[in-house]
């Protein structure tokens, strides 16, 4: 019977002697409660409580939580329904609060994801709720950490996975899609092609300026070298007359200008007849004669000399 009785003394003192003991991991917090009343709090370590008199309440996770949130349907401003889903990351900043503050702040703070997240998707419309995810994103964070400041809970960071529109929108958006991508390619081609007139039309006119600039500068060469001829023939018939004049002015020069008009005037008046069937005569025959006797006096000179 002693031995029975020492028995349940022993295991009695082990019971009460790792009731008396406390240890606390590192990444966790011990709430205390002494007759159901708030303690104290433990942190990370080796404790004593009293047993039966005190108990640990709680345990709160003091590492950074993520809690995944469900999807669920959320209307736009432009009346289109899609289906959201998000993960959420916080972490608890004062665990008494945490513990005392609300019955489950992971499943506290879930809720209220989803509510404001409903909320910030409802001011968008469906083209802005795609484009804008980091500021729905932001606004969510906000929104929930005023709200779970009491429950001594930090809202790290809000991210949203997928934004999935019905079939029905999925089907029009891609035709939308398409149809943008029709216009932007229309758009192009016909952009193309009008740089590609406004190029050959460029090239026309510059190849019409070449041709007129070029036409000009040979008709400017042309002019200069008709000028140039028409000068040179000019001072050419000059210096002809001036050694004609000088001629004329030396003894017997007037009997060989008067013999030398004559031979020209016979050659050509052959060459008329040579080239018509016809016997032409000249008009004045006197003329004929007064040439006849400008020249005999210049022969019979030109024969007494010879």
Request: with cysteine; aromatic share 6%; glycine share 6%.
């Amino acid at each position: 019977m002693n031995v029975i009785f020492i028995y349940l003394f022993v295991a009695l003192v082990i019971f009460l002697f790792f009731k008396l003991i406390a240890i606390v991991p590192e990444s966790e917090t011990f709430i205390v409660e002494q007759f159901g009343k708030y303690k104290r709090t433990l942190g990370s370590g080796l404790h004593l409580i009293v047993p039966v008199v005190q108990r640990i309440a709680y345990k709160v996770e003091m590492r950074e939580q993520v809690i995944d949130i469900p999807p669920q349907v959320c209307i736009t401003t432009d009346n289109v329904q899609v289906s959201v889903d998000g993960i959420l990351y916080l972490k608890v900043l004062d665990p008494t609060n945490a513990s005392y503050g609300v019955e489950n702040y992971a499943f506290a703070t879930g809720q209220l994801a989803q509510t404001t997240m409903r909320s910030e998707i409802g001011k968008l419309e469906l083209d802005r709720a795609f484009s804008e995810r980091e500021a729905v994103n932001d606004a969510i964070v906000k929104a929930i950490d005023e709200a779970s400041d009491p429950w001594g809970v930090k809202v790290t960071r809000y991210e949203i996975k997928n934004i999935t529109p019905t079939p029905g929108v999925q089907s029009a958006m891609e035709q939308q899609m398409r149809a943008e991508r029709e216009k932007r390619a229309s758009i192009l081609a016909s952009e193309g092609e009008r740089s590609a007139r406004i190029n050959v039309s460029k090239g026309q006119r510059q190849y019409a300026i070449n041709v007129s600039e070029g036409e000009r500068q040979r008709r400017i060469n042309e002019s200069e070298g008709r000028a140039r001829a028409t000068e040179i023939v000019a001072e050419a018939t000059a210096e002809g007359l001036k050694l004609i004049a000088e001629a004329i002015e030396k003894p017997r020069g007037r009997n060989a200008i008067s013999l030398r008009l004559a031979e020209q005037y016979i050659r050509n008046f052959g060459h008329v007849l040579d080239e018509v069937d016809a016997t032409v005569l000249p008009r004045d025959v006197a003329q004929l004669r007064g040439i006849l006797k400008s020249v005999v006096p210049a022969l019979k000179e030109q024969g007494g000399t010879q």
